[in-house]
C-alpha cells in the first residue's frame, strides 16, 4: 500500500471513529433522559397513596334517646357548656340538639294539571211580546203590562254565560270560542248577589222589533245562579259553617296570607283524588278562559276539540295532617351516676323534670356505604395508576436495552477501529522511514 493510499485509509477510519463516539455519546444522553423518566415514575409512585378501607366503627356513634311519655326524644349533638340559668341558678353542662316527629296541621298548594273547569248555570229561555225603543246605545223593553226594563250592551264578563247558553242549546252560535258579545244585550236584576238574574236578548231581535214600532214576540234568556265542575266532581261555595271548611280555611290562608284578602264566596270547595280542595273563583275563570284561548283550530267540522282539555294547570289547596320533624336546641344537664361514661339522665331546661336515656350504638350506614364506594373507586383509580406507571416503566426498560445493545456494539466497532488504525498507522511509519530516511541508523 501507498503511502497516499495508507494516508487516505487512515483518515476514513479516523472519521469513522469520530462518527462512532458521537453515536455513542448520543446514545448516552437518550439513556439519561430515559433514566430520568424513570426517575419520575418512581417518585410518581412513591407519591401514590394506598386507600384505606373504612370502619364502621368511624360512622357508629353513641345515640341517646328519651320519651316524656307523649313524644319520643333523640339527641342530635351535645356541646359541653357552663351555663347558669339568671332566674332560677340551676347549672347546666350542655348545649344539647335534639330531634322529635310531630303531627302538624298544614295546607298545602298543589297544581291541578288537568282541572277541566266548567262553569254551570242555571240557565231558561221563554218567548213574550215586548215593544223595544232604542235611546243611543241602549234598548227599552215594555211588556205588555207597561213595565219596562233598560238592556245594555253585554260585556266580556257574559261570555261565560253565554256559552253556557250555547252549550245547552238554547242560543244558536256557529263559532262558540269566538263569540262576539256585540249581539247581545243584557238586563240585570239583584246585581253582585247571589240570587242575581241576567236575561239577555239578541241584538237583531231587538232591532226587528224597534224598527216595526209594535209589540212582537221575542226569545229572551235567563241565567240566575251557577256554580263550577271540575270534571266529574261537582264544586259548591266555601260554607264557614261547616267546621271541616272552618278549620280547612282558616289553615290555608295562615300557611298562604295572600288568601286572605279572597272574599270566602269566591272560594270554592270539590273533591279531588279523595281530598276535599279549594280553589278561588278568579282562578276558575282563568282556567276556563285559557282553554279556548289554548284551543287549536278544527280542520273540519267534524273533528272533535273541547277547550276544557286545554286549561292552564289551576292552583289548588287542600289541608291535611302530616308527621313533621320538630328540631329544638336549649341547655341541658346530662348526669352519669353510674361512672361508666354514657349518660344515664338529662334535665332540660324547659322542663322542670329530668328523664331517663336510653343508650345505644347506631352505625350511619349511609356514610359508610358511601366511604366505602368511594373506597372502591379509590382502588380502582389506584391500580389503574400503577398500572399504568409499570407500563411505561416497562417501555423504558425496553427502550434503555435497546440503546444499550447498539452501545456495546459501538464499542466493538471502536475496538477494531482501533486496532486498524494502529496498524495502518505502523505501515504510514515505515513508508515515511523508507521514503525519508537516507542512512538506516
Known amino acids: 500500500m501507498g503511502m497516499a493510499a495508507s494516508q487516505a485509509r487512515y483518515l476514513g477510519l479516523t472519521a469513522r471513529k469520530t462518527n462512532t463516539e458521537y453515536e455513542g455519546q448520543q446514545i448516552n444522553q437518550a439513556r439519561t433522559a430515559l433514566a430520568n423518566q424513570s426517575a419520575n415514575l418512581w417518585n410518581r ?37 357552663d351555663y347558669t340559668d339568671p332566674d332560677t341558678g340551676e347549672k347546666y353542662n350542655y348545649q344539647v340538639t335534639y330531634h322529635y316527629n310531630q303531627e302538624v296541621f298544614k295546607a298545602i298548594q298543589q297544581k291541578n294539571t288537568n282541572p277541566q273547569v266548567q262553569k254551570v248555570v242555571n240557565a231558561t229561555s221563554a218567548n213574550e211580546t215586548v215593544g223595544v225603543t232604542k235611546n243611543n246605545e241602549n234598548y227599552t223593553v215594555t211588556d205588555k203590562q207597561g213595565a219596562s226594563t233598560q238592556f245594555k250592551k253585554c260585556t266580556s264578563e257574559d261570555l261565560e254565560n253565554l ?30 248577589q247571589k240570587d242575581e238574574l241576567v236575561v239577555y236578548a239578541k241584538k237583531e231581535d231587538l232591532d ?30 266555601l260554607d264557614l259553617t261547616d267546621k271541616v271548611q272552618k278549620a280547612d280555611y282558616d289553615q290555608i290562608i295562615h300557611d298562604f296570607p295572600e288568601l286572605a284578602g279572597v272574599d270566602p264566596d269566591d272560594i270554592w270547595v270539590y273533591q279531588k283524588n279523595g281530598r276535599t280542595c279549594y280553589a278561588t273563583e278568579a282562578e276558575l275563570n282563568e282556567c276556563i278562559a285559557s282553554g279556548y284561548a289554548n284551543q287549536p283550530k278544527a280542520d273540519d267540522k267534524y273533528q272533535i276539540s273541547s277547550a276544557i282539555d286545554y286549561q292552564k294547570n289551576l292552583n289548588q289547596y287542600y289541608a291535611t295532617h302530616k308527621n313533621e320533624e320538630i328540631t329544638r336546641q336549649e341547655y341541658a344537664r346530662l348526669d352519669d351516676a353510674s361512672g361508666t361514661g354514657r349518660y344515664k339522665n338529662i334535665k332540660l331546661m324547659s322542663s322542670s323534670e329530668s328523664f331517663a336515656l336510653k343508650s345505644e350504638e347506631t352505625t350511619d350506614t349511609a356514610s359508610y356505604d358511601d366511604a366505602m364506594n368511594q373506597y372502591n373507586y379509590d382502588i380502582l383509580a389506584y391500580e389503574k395508576e400503577l398500572a399504568d406507571i409499570n407500563a411505561k416503566t416497562s417501555k423504558i426498560q425496553v427502550q434503555d436495552r435497546t440503546l444499550e445493545l447498539r452501545l456495546k456494539q459501538l464499542d466493538t466497532e471502536q475496538k477494531a477501529l482501533t486496532t486498524e488504525m494502529d496498524a495502518v498507522k505502523s505501515v504510514i511509519q515505515k513508508n515515511v522511514e523508507m521514503t525519508f530516511k537516507t542512512f538506516s541508523s
Do not use: C, H, W
Not at 252549550?167 to 253582585?192: A, P, R
Not at 224597534?210 to 259548591?236: C, H, M, R
Open 208 to 237: 226587528n222589533v224597534e224598527q216595526s214600532g209594535t209589540q212582537e214576540e221575542i226569545k229572551f234568556y235567563g241565567v240566575q245562579g251557577y256554580s263550577y265542575k271540575l270534571g266529574n266532581s261537582d264544586a259548591e261555595r
Open 163 to 192: 256559552r253556557a247558553l250555547a252549550s245547552k242549546g238554547l242560543i244558536q252560535i256557529d263559532d262558540v270560542e269566538n263569540l262576539n258579545v256585540d249581539d247581545f244585550y243584557k238586563t240585570t236584576q239583584n246585581e253582585g
Open 45 to 81: 409512585m412513591l407519591a401514590l397513596q394506598v386507600p384505606t378501607a373504612p370502619k364502621t366503627t368511624d360512622y357508629t356513634t353513641q345515640q341517646y334517646a328519651f320519651t316524656d311519655g307523649f313524644n319520643d326524644y333523640e339527641i342530635d349533638s351535645y356541646q359541653n357548656v
